[in-house]
């Protein structure tokens, strides 16, 4: 069956402590993305990629990296430079054209400790 | 900008009662719109998608919306309610991005209770 997996489902991080999330498509979409979700505040774009080897900033990008080596992967990497980083991570993707429905993975709540 | 404004965080129904979940939009262009269902610690799934073919737009589970661009409103309805459309809800606005994929404005949810 083709979908998003996330992984892990669940992580805990000590302060100071860089921390990578893992995002798999196989339903052969260019675009990718990543969100975040804090109660209350809907989702907001952490950064997207339109194709392999390029990524852009979304609106809360600090604090955050990215990497698109390969058009299945999207793994998003939350520094230390991040202030307040505990939230639920979602990551999405989309064929690529302007009037696409975004299909969403299962996230990740990432919980700093 | 674009922006999505979810009228009420909570909404109570109860079991068989009609389910109105309210959506305002402001969009520079002509706009792309969503519904999508959250279960507790789950990602999104898409309930319906407007894109200017018709206003009224039918979605998965028996709902609907409809798109009044004089009201600038996606309001997200389901005749009857049942136990399981107990979730989050959100709607959202496309704006594309040059080169390809678009950009989703999501409103701050609201989250529909059904009671027996």
């Known amino acids: 069956d083709g979908g998003i997996t996330q992984s892990p489902k669940y992580l805990f991080r000590k302060e100071g402590q860089n921390v990578t999330l893992s995002c798999e498509q196989n339903?052969?979409?260019?675009?990718m993305y990543w969100y975040r979700q804090d109660p209350g505040q809907g989702l907001r774009l952490i950064y997207y990629?339109?194709?392999?080897?390029?990524?852009q900033k979304g609106d809360i990008a600090e604090g955050y990296s990215v990497s698109r080596e390969k058009k299945e992967s999207f793994p998003l990497t939350v520094t230390s430079a991040q202030k307040n980083p505990t939230a639920f991570y979602l990551c999405?993707?989309?064929?690529?054209?302007?009037?696409?429905?975004?299909?969403f993975g299962p996230g990740t709540r990432l919980t700093v400790l | 900008a674009q922006s999505v404004t979810q009228l009420g965080s909570h909404v109570s129904v109860s079991e068989g009662a009609l389910v109105l979940l309210r959506c305002n939009y402001s969009?520079?262009?002509?706009?792309?719109l969503f519904w999508y269902v959250q279960y507790p610690n789950q990602g999104l799934q898409l309930l319906l998608k407007?894109?200017?073919?018709?206003?009224l737009v039918k979605g998965i589970n028996g709902f609907e919306a409809e798109f009044k661009k004089s009201e600038t409103s996606f309001h997200l309805t389901k005749p009857s309610a049942h136990m399981s459309d107990a979730a989050e809800y959100f709607c959202?606005?496309?704006?594309?991005?040059?080169?390809?994929?678009?950009?989703?404005?999501f409103g701050t949810g609201t989250q529909l209770k059904v009671e027996l």
């Open positions: 407007y894109t200017s073919a018709a206003t």
């Open positions: 990629s339109q194709i392999v080897n390029d990524f």
């Open positions: 999405a993707s989309s064929p690529g054209t302007g009037t696409d429905t975004q299909y």
């Open positions: 959202a606005v496309s704006e594309g991005f040059t080169g390809g994929g678009n950009k989703l404005t």
């Open positions: 339903l052969n979409h260019d675009a």
């Open positions: 969009s520079s262009v002509p706009p792309y």
